[in-house]
């Protein structure tokens, strides 16, 4: 059992860069993978990245490699996700999400739990 809260979205300029947290609730944060969505309007919901609850290994979709960093403290209870050079094509609802085990599947209905999601807005 675990709850999040994503937080750090807003309305930015092309090129800027965001860092979004998830926030977690529970004392066995470490043994959750957790994952990053994106859904944009009319659009089904996209992986961006993963790591696994150790922060040993990581996978990022390839529509976003090499601009976001998926990392996570686990004495915070948090994972973020840095985003650097943004794209008006990066805006969405920005989701976290988890589930238990050592995997990073890229399918949303793999993550048992989610967040509310944060607005990631870009303009040109």
């Known amino acids: 059992q675990v709850q999040l809260v994503e937080s750090g979205g807003g309305l930015v300029q092309a090129g800027d860069s965001l860092r979004l947290s998830c926030a977690a609730s529970?004392?066995?944060?470490?043994?959750?993978?957790i994952g990053w969505f994106r859904q944009a309007p009319g659009k089904e919901r996209e992986f961006a990245a993963a790591i696994t609850g150790s922060a040993g290994r990581t996978y990022y979709a390839d529509s976003v490699k090499g601009r976001f960093t998926i990392s996570r403290d686990n004495a915070k209870n948090t994972v973020y996700l840095e985003i650097h050079s943004l794209k008006p094509e990066d805006t969405a609802v920005y989701y976290c999400?988890?589930?238990?085990?050592?995997?990073?599947?890229?399918?949303?209905?793999?993550?048992?739990?989610w967040g509310q999601g944060t607005q990631v807005t870009v303009s040109s």
């Open positions: 999400a988890a589930r238990g085990g050592g995997l990073l599947p890229t399918s949303p209905n793999r993550y048992a739990y």
């Open positions: 529970g004392r066995t944060f470490s043994d959750y993978a």
